[in-house]
Nanobody
Framework: EVQLVESGGSSVQAGGSLRLSCVAS????????MAWFRQAPGKQREGVGA???????MYPDSVKGRFAISRDNAEDTLYLQMNSLKPEDTAMYYC???????????????????????WGQGTQVTVSS
């Protein structure tokens, strides 16, 4: 059984940076798609970065140019580098995996939580002004 464990969340000042990590135990196939989502209280879960086996990445406009997703298949680890953080980035951040092989990233997979069937427990990011 695959389990995902996120880390790296913290409280930072606006303009600061954080790097989130997500380690997969149980083995993640290198051809699957992986993503980071976030959810603030009272809001829907939204994608903030997704990556497929070829390294293709997608981001919503709200984080484009500030966030960067990457993966280390040898270490079964997913990363999210977050720069120029804003108070509106405050949320619980989750990593997620599409449980199929040979996943090709598109806008639907990048943004739809329903496309992902393996989730971590989340790590809290709080950005103060």
């Amino acid at each position: 059984e695959v389990q995902l464990v996120e880390s790296g969340g913290s409280s930072v000042q606006a303009g600061g940076s954080l790097r989130l990590s997500c380690v997969a135990s149980g083995g993640i196939h290198s051809s699957t798609c992986m993503a980071w989502f976030r959810q603030a209280p009272g809001k829907q879960r939204e994608g903030v970065g997704a990556i497929d086996k070829d390294g293709t990445t997608m981001y919503p406009d709200s984080v484009k140019g500030r966030f960067a997703i990457s993966r280390d298949n040898a270490e079964d680890t997913l990363y999210l580098q977050m720069n120029s953080l804003k108070p509106e980035d405050t949320a619980m951040y989750y990593c997620a995996v599409v449980g199929i092989r040979n996943c090709v990233l598109d806008t639907v997979i990048a943004s739809n939580p329903a496309a992902y069937n393996i989730w971590g427990q989340g790590t809290q990011v709080t950005v103060s002004s």
